[in-house]
């Protein structure tokens, strides 16, 4: 089922027709159209194809799934290839959600490969500036490419909160590796996505703002280059977090070498005190005459020997911070 809307003159006059009546509504210079397909076949666009004069290969993009985000032009047309993306808080993961547009002179058809992409929320923007209708498509393009700017600058947002999180963690007395590690990981993860997803944004964006595509009027430039502004703010957020993730794990491997040799120390430390007494009481254990052998001073010297060298080499240790 197509979401449909027909404005004229600035003014919404139909939603929800038939899209076999766009054509009815392309007859008017004063109208722009609105159409939207959620996972459709190329049959399905079939429709409209010819009606627009949509180029078949922009017609399979639409249609097949990972396309890259870009802008393509055509002779009757401009085809743009975003993605709109969500972040879990629960797990770091990120959810992204593919959308093709047609942009033509009077229409602006959405396709989206999932259920995912909130259209909704494009329509409620359009919906709160209704004094820009008049704009035509631009009005419709600033809308879908401020919302998903929007999510885009969202995400990376709360990555940024995700990561200071993890920052806190990692010098936590007693810190929890493993989860440490997975977070870390998933993490980065999700930042290459939204790496991938935002950094063309910037030429998409870019793109559309040139006078030759006239899709961009004089009214809706300051808009327009308002979106442009979130995109090169998310994006080079999105690098910065990029870095301090790799340094924070950096970082939490240095931790994890200096507690060991910590412990390490220690342990050597200790090792060296009991092979005191280990060496003494072995000395005297040996089965030939020698001073003190089987008498009670050789006793209270052997011990005495063994409390002496022990309590040396600890207060040794101790000045040296081995223990």
């Known amino acids: 089922m197509a979401h449909t809307r027909v ?40 429709a409209i194809s010819e009606e627009l004069g949509l180029h078949p290969l922009a017609v399979e993009d639409a249609v097949h799934e990972h396309q890259r985000a ?39 058809v959405t396709v989206r490969k999932d259920e995912n992409f909130a259209i909704d929320a494009v329509v409620a923007r359009w919906d709160s500036a209704g004094e820009l209708a008049k704009n035509g498509v631009g009005f419709l393009l ?70 030759d595509l006239r899709v961009v009027d004089g009214e809706m430039q300051p808009y327009f280059q308002d979106v442009y502004d979130h995109v090169l703010r998310a994006s080079e957020w999105t690098e910065s977090l990029r870095d301090l993730v790799t340094t924070i794990r950096e970082t939490q491997l240095n931790i994890q070498g ?6 390490m120390k220690k342990v050597t430390s200790w090792a060296a005190i009991i092979a005191i007494p280990t060496a003494v009481t072995g000395f005297y254990g040996q089965n030939v005459p020698y001073p003190g052998f089987q ?12 409390l002496v060298l022990s309590a040396g080499l600890y207060v040794s240790f101790k000045k040296r911070d081995w223990l």
């Open 258 to 263: 200096n507690r060991l040799n910590t412990i």
């Open 295 to 306: 008498t009670t001073a050789g006793f209270w010297t052997s011990t005495l020997v063994i």
């Open 7 to 46: 404005y004229r003159n600035g003014v919404l006059e139909a939603e929800g027709f038939p899209v076999a009546a766009v054509s009815d509504h392309l007859a008017d210079p004063a109208a722009t159209v609105w159409l939207d397909f959620c996972a459709p076949t190329e049959a399905d666009l079939a």
């Open 70 to 108: 870009k802008l393509d032009r055509y002779d009757s047309h401009a085809f743009l290839t975003v993605y709109s993306a969500k972040l879990d808080d629960a797990t770091g993961t990120l959810v992204v959600s593919e959308l093709a547009a047609f942009i033509t002179g009077q229409a602006l």
């Open 142 to 211: 600033h809308g879908l490419l401020d919302y998903v700017v929007d999510g885009h600058f969202e995400v990376v947002q709360s990555l940024d909160e995700q990561i200071e999180h993890l920052e806190d963690l990692v010098f936590d007395e007693r810190p929890r590796y493993t989860d440490m590690q997975r977070r870390s990981f998933a993490l980065r993860k999700s930042l290459v996505q939204v790496r991938r997803v935002v950094l063309p944004m910037r030429e998409v964006v870019n793109a559309i703002m040139r006078r």
